[in-house]
């Protein structure tokens, strides 16, 4: 299984997403891999944000080595399923995948606790180290379902 998180700048939700769920993909032995990237291309090259790697270290996840990209066309390709943190995440990823589009494997991170809600993991860019707080809590509990739904059966 290749799981791939998405967000806008992959510098603040899509890197503690990557972080939370290959942690917990360590955690139960699984063959796994876990990426990240983020529609534009804004901090290319760059580390997650401060407060991502502050919060995420505060739960014993390591994001200090991560280092953001931007999403490709042939990510849809290269990935099994491709997690974004909200609607606009998904129609750039939409519009970068172009001919590739395939929607079977693109959804909002959320709806794996909601499903069919599209409810959005919101931007914490700017705010304080408590929305990113906030933003860890509700991807560690969609990654705990990702987890269960493809162990259990
Ligand atoms: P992210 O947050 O999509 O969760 O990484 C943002 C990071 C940077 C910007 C916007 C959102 N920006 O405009 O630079």
């Not at 942690?23 to 139960?28: D, E, G």
């Not at 129609?91 to 589009?101: C, F, M, P, T, Y």
């Not at 395939?102 to 180290?129: I, M």
Request: charged residues 25%.
């Amino acid at each position: 299984m290749k799981v791939l998180m998405v967000c806008l700048g992959n510098i603040c939700r899509s890197p503690l997403a990557e972080g939370i769920l290959q942690s917990k993909v360590i955690q139960h032995k699984l063959d796994w891999q876990v990426d990240s990237a983020g529609t534009s291309n804004y901090h290319s090259g760059e580390a997650p944000h401060e407060l991502s790697q502050k919060v995420a270290l505060h739960y014993g996840v390591d994001i200090t080595q991560q280092v953001c990209r931007q999403f490709a066309k042939v990510d849809i390709l290269k990935f099994d399923k491709i997690y974004v943190m909200d609607k606009s995440n998904y129609k750039e990823v939409e519009r970068i995948a172009g001919i590739l589009w395939d929607a079977t494997k693109v959804d909002l991170l959320l709806n794996e606790l909601y499903p069919k809600e599209n409810r959005e993991v919101p931007d914490p860019w700017g705010g304080t180290e408590k929305d990113f707080q906030n933003v860890y809590q509700m991807i560690e509990k969609a990654c705990d379902k990702i987890i269960l739904k493809y162990t259990s059966n």
